[in-house]
Nanobody
Framework: QVQLVESGGGLVQAVGSLRLSCAAS????????MGWFRQAPGKEREFVSA????????DYADSVKGRFTISRDNAKNTVYLQMNSLKPEDTAVYYC??????????????????WGQGTQVTVSA
């Protein structure tokens, strides 16, 4: 069992930055692919970014590529999402998630085994 707790959300003006953190419990953090997803009101949850177990591979949705950076510190059981040049359309609840299966399915919501409670990110125009 893995428990995930996100932090770092808030209200920011457009073109500003935020850094989300997700702290994981347990000793097996390094065995999970970690992902960030987001869900805006009235919309489905969507993939934002993922990072492989060792941190050697990363993936980004086209909508955030070049603006967001995912990283992880396995010694601290924490994954981060640095968000720069934020836009109003980035407004959503952001969730981190842990996936014990293969890297190839990293964008699929249904593949993730554990989820955090989410943190609200609001970007004003």
């Amino acid at each position: 069992q893995v428990q995930l707790v996100e932090s770092g959300g808030g209200l920011v003006q457009a073109v500003g930055s935020l850094r989300l953190s997700c702290a994981a419990s347990g000793r097996t953090f390094s065995t999970y692919t970690m992902g960030w997803f987001r869900q805006a009101p009235g919309k489905e949850r969507e993939f934002v970014s993922a990072i492989a177990r060792s941190g050697s591979s990363t993936d980004y949705a086209d909508s955030v590529k070049g603006r967001f950076t995912i990283s992880r510190d396995n010694a601290k059981n924490t994954v981060y999402l640095q968000m720069n040049s934020l836009k109003p359309e980035d407004t959503a609840v952001y969730y981190c998630a842990a996936d014990s299966t293969r890297w190839g399915t990293r964008r699929a919501v249904y593949e993730y085994d554990f989820w955090g409670q989410g943190t609200q990110v609001t970007v004003s125009a």
